[in-house]
Protein backbone atom coordinates (compact mmCIF):
# COMPACT_ATOMS: atom_id res chain seq x y z
CA UNK A 1 0.00 0.00 0.00
CA UNK A 2 1.29 3.22 -1.01
CA UNK A 3 1.92 5.55 2.21
CA UNK A 4 4.22 8.57 2.89
CA UNK A 5 7.23 9.23 5.32
CA UNK A 6 8.69 12.22 6.56
CA UNK A 7 12.05 12.68 6.63
CA UNK A 8 14.85 15.12 8.13
CA UNK A 9 18.09 14.94 7.25
CA UNK A 10 18.12 13.68 4.10
CA UNK A 11 19.97 16.19 1.97
CA UNK A 12 23.61 14.86 2.48
CA UNK A 13 25.56 11.86 4.97
CA UNK A 14 23.45 9.01 6.30
CA UNK A 15 19.99 10.62 5.68
CA UNK A 16 20.81 10.99 2.06
CA UNK A 17 22.60 7.66 1.62
CA UNK A 18 19.63 6.06 3.28
CA UNK A 19 16.66 7.68 1.45
CA UNK A 20 18.04 6.69 -1.31
CA UNK A 21 17.81 2.95 0.27
CA UNK A 22 14.34 3.52 1.35
CA UNK A 23 13.21 4.27 -2.51
CA UNK A 24 14.90 1.40 -4.45
CA UNK A 25 13.96 -1.10 -1.24
CA UNK A 26 10.46 1.01 -0.80
CA UNK A 27 8.95 1.42 -4.00
CA UNK A 28 5.52 2.14 -2.32
CA UNK A 29 6.97 5.25 -0.17
CA UNK A 30 6.03 8.72 -1.13
CA UNK A 31 9.50 10.47 0.81
CA UNK A 32 8.74 13.52 2.11
CA UNK A 33 11.76 15.32 2.67
CA UNK A 34 12.03 18.21 5.26
CA UNK A 35 14.42 20.54 3.84
CA UNK A 36 15.42 24.45 3.50
CA UNK A 37 14.25 26.92 1.33
CA UNK A 38 17.62 26.84 -0.96
CA UNK A 39 18.10 22.94 -1.34
CA UNK A 40 14.77 21.33 -1.06
CA UNK A 41 13.67 21.44 -4.75
CA UNK A 42 17.14 20.10 -5.84
CA UNK A 43 17.53 17.05 -3.32
CA UNK A 44 13.61 16.35 -3.72
CA UNK A 45 14.48 16.48 -7.78
CA UNK A 46 17.71 14.52 -7.05
CA UNK A 47 15.98 11.65 -5.16
CA UNK A 48 13.61 11.08 -7.33
CA UNK A 49 15.18 10.31 -10.80
CA UNK A 50 14.54 6.83 -11.90
CA UNK A 51 10.97 7.59 -11.00
CA UNK A 52 10.45 7.54 -7.44
CA UNK A 53 7.40 9.65 -5.61
CA UNK A 54 9.23 12.48 -3.62
CA UNK A 55 7.88 15.92 -2.40
CA UNK A 56 9.33 18.59 -0.20
CA UNK A 57 8.31 20.86 2.42
CA UNK A 58 10.73 24.06 3.86
CA UNK A 59 11.34 24.56 7.45
CA UNK A 60 14.59 25.87 8.87
CA UNK A 61 15.01 23.61 12.10
CA UNK A 62 16.48 25.97 14.20
CA UNK A 63 12.91 27.81 13.94
CA UNK A 64 10.41 26.47 16.22
CA UNK A 65 7.47 28.64 14.03
CA UNK A 66 9.15 27.12 10.85
CA UNK A 67 8.73 23.89 12.03
CA UNK A 68 5.27 24.39 13.09
CA UNK A 69 4.73 26.11 9.67
CA UNK A 70 6.18 22.92 7.94
CA UNK A 71 4.07 20.09 10.09
CA UNK A 72 0.85 21.90 9.48
CA UNK A 73 1.32 22.01 5.75
CA UNK A 74 2.06 18.36 5.74
CA UNK A 75 -1.61 17.63 7.71
CA UNK A 76 -2.88 20.18 4.81
CA UNK A 77 -1.70 17.42 2.25
CA UNK A 78 -2.32 14.25 4.11
CA UNK A 79 -5.95 15.60 5.03
CA UNK A 80 -6.50 16.67 1.04
CA UNK A 81 -5.33 13.41 -0.18
CA UNK A 82 -2.49 15.34 -2.10
CA UNK A 83 -0.20 12.53 0.42
CA UNK A 84 -0.98 8.96 0.75
CA UNK A 85 -1.09 7.69 4.09
CA UNK A 86 1.61 8.71 6.99
CA UNK A 87 3.55 5.92 8.04
CA UNK A 88 6.77 7.22 9.19
CA UNK A 89 8.51 9.82 10.24
CA UNK A 90 12.69 9.89 10.26
CA UNK A 91 14.13 12.52 12.54
CA UNK A 92 17.75 12.61 11.14
CA UNK A 93 18.77 16.00 11.07
CA UNK A 94 21.12 16.62 13.66
CA UNK A 95 23.62 19.63 14.36
CA UNK A 96 26.76 20.65 16.61
CA UNK A 97 28.38 24.32 17.60
CA UNK A 98 31.80 25.11 18.21
CA UNK A 99 30.07 27.04 21.55
CA UNK A 100 26.96 26.62 23.43
CA UNK A 101 25.79 30.32 22.70
CA UNK A 102 24.32 29.59 19.46
CA UNK A 103 20.57 31.21 19.72
CA UNK A 104 17.61 31.16 17.57
CA UNK A 105 14.33 33.06 16.46
CA UNK A 106 12.99 32.17 19.16
CA UNK A 107 15.58 32.75 22.43
CA UNK A 108 16.53 29.07 22.31
CA UNK A 109 19.82 27.36 22.28
CA UNK A 110 20.11 26.20 18.84
CA UNK A 111 21.66 22.61 19.32
CA UNK A 112 18.71 22.09 21.96
CA UNK A 113 15.89 23.14 19.06
CA UNK A 114 17.32 21.40 15.89
CA UNK A 115 18.18 18.13 18.23
CA UNK A 116 14.89 17.66 20.40
CA UNK A 117 12.21 20.20 19.84
CA UNK A 118 12.39 20.24 16.21
CA UNK A 119 11.82 16.39 16.15
CA UNK A 120 9.58 16.49 19.40
CA UNK A 121 7.25 19.11 17.50
CA UNK A 122 6.92 17.16 14.42
CA UNK A 123 5.71 14.37 16.18
CA UNK A 124 3.22 15.85 18.19
CA UNK A 125 1.77 18.06 15.17
CA UNK A 126 1.56 14.44 12.91
CA UNK A 127 0.71 12.33 15.80
CA UNK A 128 -3.15 11.95 15.00
CA UNK A 129 -2.19 12.00 11.24
CA UNK A 130 -0.65 8.49 11.65
CA UNK A 131 -1.71 5.52 9.87
CA UNK A 132 -0.77 2.73 12.08
CA UNK A 133 1.09 0.37 11.24
CA UNK A 134 3.87 3.20 12.05
CA UNK A 135 7.43 3.55 13.03
CA UNK A 136 9.44 7.09 14.26
CA UNK A 137 12.81 6.81 14.32
CA UNK A 138 15.24 9.48 16.02
CA UNK A 139 18.80 8.94 14.89
CA UNK A 140 21.16 9.40 18.45
CA UNK A 141 24.51 9.37 19.24
CA UNK A 142 26.73 7.13 21.43
CA UNK A 143 28.09 10.35 22.41
CA UNK A 144 25.99 10.07 25.19
CA UNK A 145 27.19 7.37 27.11
CA UNK A 146 30.37 9.71 28.07
CA UNK A 147 33.17 7.16 27.88
CA UNK A 148 36.06 6.85 25.93
CA UNK A 149 34.85 3.58 24.54
CA UNK A 150 32.42 5.57 23.19
CA UNK A 151 33.84 8.41 21.59
CA UNK A 152 37.30 8.11 21.70
CA UNK A 153 37.55 11.25 23.62
CA UNK A 154 36.58 13.73 20.95
CA UNK A 155 33.12 14.56 22.62
CA UNK A 156 32.45 15.03 26.07
CA UNK A 157 29.89 13.21 27.90
CA UNK A 158 26.17 14.79 28.49
CA UNK A 159 25.70 17.21 31.55
CA UNK A 160 22.25 17.02 32.27
CA UNK A 161 20.47 19.82 34.15
CA UNK A 162 17.03 21.03 33.86
CA UNK A 163 15.88 21.06 30.75
CA UNK A 164 14.27 24.57 30.87
CA UNK A 165 18.09 25.41 31.33
CA UNK A 166 19.41 23.39 28.71
CA UNK A 167 17.27 25.03 26.17
CA UNK A 168 18.79 27.97 27.03
CA UNK A 169 22.54 29.57 25.80
CA UNK A 170 25.47 29.32 28.07
CA UNK A 171 23.89 25.77 30.21
CA UNK A 172 27.58 24.50 30.28
CA UNK A 173 31.31 25.27 31.83
CA UNK A 174 33.02 27.62 29.15
CA UNK A 175 29.89 27.96 26.52
CA UNK A 176 32.08 30.01 24.69
CA UNK A 177 34.51 27.15 23.65
CA UNK A 178 33.99 24.16 20.93
CA UNK A 179 33.83 21.76 24.21
CA UNK A 180 30.86 23.62 25.48
CA UNK A 181 29.00 23.16 21.67
CA UNK A 182 29.93 19.17 22.28
CA UNK A 183 28.99 19.04 25.75
CA UNK A 184 25.71 20.72 24.44
CA UNK A 185 25.37 17.87 21.81
CA UNK A 186 25.57 14.81 23.52
CA UNK A 187 23.86 16.18 26.27
CA UNK A 188 20.88 16.90 23.26
CA UNK A 189 21.50 13.41 22.62
CA UNK A 190 20.95 12.23 25.16
CA UNK A 191 17.72 13.88 25.90
CA UNK A 192 16.64 12.55 22.41
CA UNK A 193 16.53 8.79 24.28
CA UNK A 194 14.67 9.93 26.95
CA UNK A 195 12.18 11.61 24.88
CA UNK A 196 11.65 7.93 22.79
CA UNK A 197 11.15 6.24 26.06
CA UNK A 198 8.28 8.71 27.13
CA UNK A 199 6.66 8.39 23.15
CA UNK A 200 6.86 4.68 23.71
CA UNK A 201 4.44 5.09 26.80
CA UNK A 202 2.54 7.67 25.52
CA UNK A 203 1.75 7.26 21.79
CA UNK A 204 -0.92 4.71 20.60
CA UNK A 205 -0.71 1.41 19.64
CA UNK A 206 0.68 0.79 16.40
CA UNK A 207 2.98 3.97 16.47
CA UNK A 208 6.58 2.33 17.09
CA UNK A 209 9.14 4.67 18.34
CA UNK A 210 12.83 3.85 17.98
CA UNK A 211 16.05 5.68 18.69
CA UNK A 212 18.79 4.57 16.31
CA UNK A 213 22.89 5.20 16.97
CA UNK A 214 24.52 5.30 13.44
CA UNK A 215 28.13 5.19 15.58
CA UNK A 216 31.07 7.81 14.86
CA UNK A 217 30.38 8.07 11.29
CA UNK A 218 33.34 10.25 9.43
CA UNK A 219 32.72 12.15 6.77
CA UNK A 220 29.22 13.25 7.35
CA UNK A 221 28.49 17.05 7.76
CA UNK A 222 28.16 16.83 10.87
CA UNK A 223 30.72 19.47 11.65
CA UNK A 224 29.71 21.84 8.73
CA UNK A 225 30.14 24.48 12.05
CA UNK A 226 33.42 23.55 13.11
CA UNK A 227 36.76 25.36 12.41
CA UNK A 228 38.37 24.90 9.55
CA UNK A 229 41.21 22.43 10.67
CA UNK A 230 38.52 20.26 12.22
CA UNK A 231 36.22 20.26 8.62
CA UNK A 232 39.37 18.82 7.23
CA UNK A 233 40.26 16.52 9.70
CA UNK A 234 36.64 14.80 9.53
CA UNK A 235 36.00 15.44 5.86
CA UNK A 236 40.13 14.05 4.73
CA UNK A 237 41.34 12.29 7.94
CA UNK A 238 38.33 10.61 9.61
CA UNK A 239 37.18 8.74 7.00
CA UNK A 240 40.19 6.61 7.26
CA UNK A 241 38.84 5.30 10.80
CA UNK A 242 36.10 3.61 8.74
CA UNK A 243 38.21 0.83 7.91
CA UNK A 244 38.95 -0.09 11.48
CA UNK A 245 36.11 -0.97 14.38
CA UNK A 246 36.14 2.30 16.10
CA UNK A 247 34.29 3.77 13.00
CA UNK A 248 31.00 3.47 10.34
CA UNK A 249 31.42 4.19 7.05
CA UNK A 250 28.33 6.11 5.59
CA UNK A 251 27.42 3.61 3.54
CA UNK A 252 26.88 1.67 6.37
CA UNK A 253 25.16 3.64 8.53
CA UNK A 254 22.75 4.68 5.99
CA UNK A 255 21.71 1.15 4.85
CA UNK A 256 21.35 0.24 9.11
CA UNK A 257 18.96 3.47 9.29
CA UNK A 258 17.47 2.16 6.10
CA UNK A 259 17.03 -1.25 7.79
CA UNK A 260 15.36 0.48 10.87
CA UNK A 261 12.95 2.40 9.05
CA UNK A 262 11.43 -0.10 6.99
CA UNK A 263 11.12 -2.92 9.99
CA UNK A 264 13.88 -4.91 7.90
CA UNK A 265 15.58 -4.58 11.01
CA UNK A 266 13.25 -5.89 14.10
CA UNK A 267 13.43 -3.33 17.24
CA UNK A 268 10.23 -2.96 19.73
CA UNK A 269 8.84 0.46 20.62
CA UNK A 270 11.43 2.35 23.08
CA UNK A 271 13.90 0.48 22.24
CA UNK A 272 17.91 1.75 21.52
CA UNK A 273 19.56 0.46 17.86
CA UNK A 274 23.25 0.45 17.33
CA UNK A 275 23.92 0.26 14.30
CA UNK A 276 22.83 -3.15 13.14
CA UNK A 277 21.64 -4.40 16.33
CA UNK A 278 18.87 -3.47 19.20
CA UNK A 279 20.92 -2.80 22.37
CA UNK A 280 21.07 -0.91 25.75
CA UNK A 281 21.75 2.49 25.76
CA UNK A 282 23.54 4.09 28.97
CA UNK A 283 22.33 3.85 32.09
CA UNK A 284 22.02 7.38 32.50
CA UNK A 285 19.43 6.97 29.78
CA UNK A 286 17.01 4.88 31.72
CA UNK A 287 15.44 7.57 34.25
CA UNK A 288 11.49 7.78 34.04
CA UNK A 289 11.87 10.65 36.31
CA UNK A 290 13.97 13.07 33.73
CA UNK A 291 12.02 11.63 30.87
CA UNK A 292 8.87 13.13 32.77
CA UNK A 293 10.38 16.37 33.89
CA UNK A 294 11.88 16.59 29.97
CA UNK A 295 8.49 16.12 28.56
CA UNK A 296 6.61 18.81 30.49
CA UNK A 297 9.50 21.57 29.61
CA UNK A 298 9.26 20.42 25.72
CA UNK A 299 5.47 20.77 26.07
CA UNK A 300 5.86 23.54 27.19
CA UNK A 301 8.91 25.00 25.12
CA UNK A 302 7.17 24.35 21.72
CA UNK A 303 3.07 25.63 23.28
CA UNK A 304 3.17 28.59 21.27
CA UNK A 305 4.72 26.98 18.25
CA UNK A 306 2.56 23.92 18.28
CA UNK A 307 -1.28 24.87 18.21
CA UNK A 308 -3.03 23.06 15.62
Given at each position: MKHTLV???????????AARHILRRSPETHLLVVARPSSGARLAAELASGGHPVSYVQADLGSLDSVR?????????????????LRGFVGNAGIQYTNALTEG???LECTFTVNVLANHLFVRLLQDRFAAPARIVITSSDTHFGDLRHNLGMVPGPVWKSPDTLARTGAFAEPHTAAGGRTAYSTSKLAAIYLVHEYARRLPTGIDVVAYNPGFVPGTGLARNADAFSRFAMRRI??????????TSPDAAG?????????????PTGSYVDRDRVSRSSDESYDPRREADLWKAVERLTAGASGS
Open positions: MTGASRGIGHVAAAIEIRDRLDGGDLPPPEGMPLMSLTPFARHLADVVLGTLRA
